[in-house]
């Protein structure tokens, strides 16, 4: 039988990426002999732009994954498929398994699994082909003859061994990799230990028997054999993420896959990880296996909040340690912080900003807390009368649907935009290249600007690449006091948000100006770009200037960009981490600036 997978990803911060759950079902699906495809859903159709492709793919199960904040989506396509071709609709995924009766309350759903779903699915398909009964399928909850649901019992979480590995071949992997910046994802176990308030995991534990049959790690010498298996197929990639939810949740695993993979990859990798669960000499062993990344949550800066509200048991100091440690070796991070958690008060997100101003990561991510249904957090929620109605929505991350005492909605985004500020600032400072990075030192910049709000400090992802960067709005400039020290280059990137990608008007030309105490100012580059006309100027288009001719003076140096006239003023043209780097400073390169990050 043909199985569509449908995903909807709309309207997110996120890039097309590869899901493992989605990739495990396709696999599974494939060695029980039915074919499948995926609709990969990045932006909003119109109902009948989803019909046609429905008709057009003509499957004989249509089977919808969802978040919790991508439901709308899924329920709307799903009554659109009800109606274009009259298949059986079943719905699985973390919004399923958390909020099971409020999906089967949608007409539009036949059938719902809660919980790993490569043997219902699989089940499923077989019974709807071969006309078999599909109403004892265990994780099945599907509606009954007289109406009623029948919800079948969760059967036991599943052996990955006896799993084939995520299918690669249902994905757009070219278009995966653009967006990526050639990372290719990978899994190693399923589950995590911990029991954090907010976090779906919690609910999945205890649907799955308990915290530790949930938690299954794949033996190495498996994840190896894959790992293998994708240098064949993507000899171009750039670097592994391992979307484990703890990749270090094992010492003596970690240890042997860190021998193993050092003798046979290079590949620089990232990982998800809970500061309780290493030291020092962990971080040290995997990063001379190829480690160049650590994300770490740390959610709240109060640690009051963090171990009695979110369960969070790690102390400020646990934190500031690994952090240190990661800087000391080398190591890139990224954190996750939370504001807006019941108990949150100006004060406690000021000591979570405060946190991150001593332990500055290098990527800080920062989200409004949303209670998804099912977890602890989401019942005190309710309990307190906290939140009131259904507030789902595809952009909850950076808008409040809590109602906390002495925090206003507004004061919660006004803080989530300082928050944000501050995340941009210790990044410049952090990513500092060379010895003179001119997006942390646009502070001290003489500055025109056009209008208000032209020039300033963003970070910008394009083809999923993060980089910092400074918006400068035409015709605006930012003209610096420096020192050229022998053998210079000046390194920048030119790009145009993606934003104006499609939007009319022309481009813009990217111009550096330099000036001396004895000459007056020239032009040492000056280049037109028009993402709007010329598809090849949709991206970081990377420049590098020797300024030999300069040496060992202190010269004005100025970045402009500049329209022509009457024209174009708002098309967010961006100098990405333009810095001056000499042959002295080989010393300091770190394996994410041979990277290029
Ligand atoms: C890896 C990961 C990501 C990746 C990949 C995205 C993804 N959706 O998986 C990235 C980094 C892109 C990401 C981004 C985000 N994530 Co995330 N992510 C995860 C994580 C840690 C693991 C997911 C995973 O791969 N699990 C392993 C696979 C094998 O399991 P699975 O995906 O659940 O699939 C199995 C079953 O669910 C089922 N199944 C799934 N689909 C279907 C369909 C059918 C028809 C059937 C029968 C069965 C079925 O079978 C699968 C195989 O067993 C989960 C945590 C978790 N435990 O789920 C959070 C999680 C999914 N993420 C979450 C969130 C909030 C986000 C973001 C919104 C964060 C943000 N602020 O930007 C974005 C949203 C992006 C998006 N469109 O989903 C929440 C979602 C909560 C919710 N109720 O919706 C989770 C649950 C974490 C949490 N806070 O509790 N995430
Ligand atoms: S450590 Fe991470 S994955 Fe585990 S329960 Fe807490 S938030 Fe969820």
């Known amino acids: 039988m043909k199985v569509l997978l ?3 990803d709309i309207n997110t911060i996120q890039f097309p990426h590869f899901q493992h759950g989605l990739a495990w079902l396709a696999a599974a699906l494939k060695r029980g002999g039915h074919e499948v495809e995926l609709l990969y859903l990045e932006r909003e159709l119109s109902d009948r732009e989803f019909a046609a492709e429905l008709v057009r793919r003509d499957p004989g199960l249509v089977a ?23 298949r059986f609709v079943v719905i699985g995924g973390i919004h399923a398994t958390i909020d099971p009766e409020g999906v089967m309350a949608d007409p539009c759903f036949d059938a719902l699994v809660r919980g790993e779903g490569e043997y219902p699915l699989v089940e499923l398909a077989d019974a709807l082909s071969g006309g078999g009964d599909c109403s004892k399928i ?66 999945l534990a205890d649907l799955h028997g308990g915290n530790a049959q949930w938690v299954r790690q794949r033996p190495v010498p498996e994840v190896i054999a894959e790992l293998e298996d994708l240098h064949r197929r993507f000899p171009d990639m750039k670097s592994l993420i391992f979307m484990d939810e703890i990749f270090t949740v094992h010492k003596r695993w970690v240890r042997e896959f ?91 997100i000021r000591e979570t900003m405060a946190l991150n101003r001593l332990i500055r990561p290098h990527h800080v991510q920062v989200s409004i807390f949303y209670p998804f249904p099912g977890t602890p957090l989401h019942q005190q929620c309710l309990d307190e009368g ?59 910049a003489q500055v025109h600007e056009e209008g208000p709000g032209y020039v300033g400090r963003w970070r910008v992802r394009i083809h999923g690449e993060d980089r910092m960067c400074i918006l400068m709005h035409p015709n605006s400039s930012a003209a610096y006091h ?84 009457g024209q174009n003023q708002h098309c967010a043209a961006f ?14 390169s770190t394996p994410n600036q041979e990277r290029g990050k």
């Not at 990799?177 to 609910?203: E, I, K, L, W």
């Not at 990232?270 to 000499?281: A, G, H, N, S």
């Not at 171990?307 to 790690?314: F, G, Q, S």
Request: aromatic letters at 10%; proline letters at 6%; hydrophobic letters at 40%.
């Open 575 to 588: 100098w990405s981490r333009p810095y001056l780097w000499s042959e002295f400073d080989l010393h300091r």
């Open 386 to 444: 906290l939140t009131k109605v259904d507030e789902s929505t595809s952009v909850f991350h950076s808008r409040p649907v809590l109602d906390l005492p002495g925090l206003p909605r507004e004061k919660t985004l006004a803080l989530h935009r300082e928050f944000m500020a501050l995340a941009h600032e210790i990044e410049a400072e952090k990513t500092a290249k060379g010895y003179a990075d001119l997006a942390a030192l646009l502070s001290a």
């Open 6 to 8: 449908i995903y909807p």
């Open 138 to 203: 265990l994780n099945l909850w599907l509606r009954g003859p007289g109406g009623g649901v029948i919800r079948n019992p969760v059967r036991p979480p599943v052996d990955l061994s006896g799993l084939p590995w995520p299918d690669r071949e249902v994905w757009d992997n070219e278009l995966l990799m653009r967006h990526n910046d050639r990372q290719v994802s990978v899994m190693a176990s399923r589950g995590c230990p911990f029991r954090c308030t907010y976090c779906c995991n919690t609910v």
């Open 258 to 348: 860190c021998d193993e993979y050092q003798q046979r990859f290079s590949t620089p990798f990232q990982i998800f990880l809970r500061v309780e669960t290493v030291d020092r000499e962990l971080l040290a062993r995997m990063k001379e296996a190829g480690l160049y990344s650590v994300i770490v949550g740390v959610e709240s800066g109060n640690e009051t909040i963090r171990r009695e509200l979110l369960n969070r048991k790690m102390s400020n100091d646990q934190i500031i340690r690994v952090f240190k440690w990661a800087d000391e070796l080398g190591l890139e991070t990224w954190d996750f912080n939370m504001i807006g958690v019941p108990g949150d008060t100006e004060d406690t």
């Open 482 to 565: 420096l020192h050229i020290r022998p053998r210079t280059m000046l390194r920048f990137g030119m790009a145009f948000s993606p934003d104006v990608w499609d939007k009319p008007g022309g481009g813009a030309t990217f111009e550096v100006r330099v000036k001396t105490r004895l000459r007056k100012e020239r032009v040492i580059f000056s280049e037109f770009i028009d993402p709007k006309r010329r598809p090849r100027d949709r991206g970081w288009l990377d420049r590098e200037l020797d300024l030999a001719p300069f040496r060992g003076k202190t010269v004005e140096l100025t970045l402009a960009t500049i329209a022509p006239p």
């Open 64 to 86: 919808f994954s969802s978040t919790t904040q991508q439901y709308v989506f899924a329920k709307r396509y799903a009554a659109v498929a009800k109606s274009a071709l009259d």
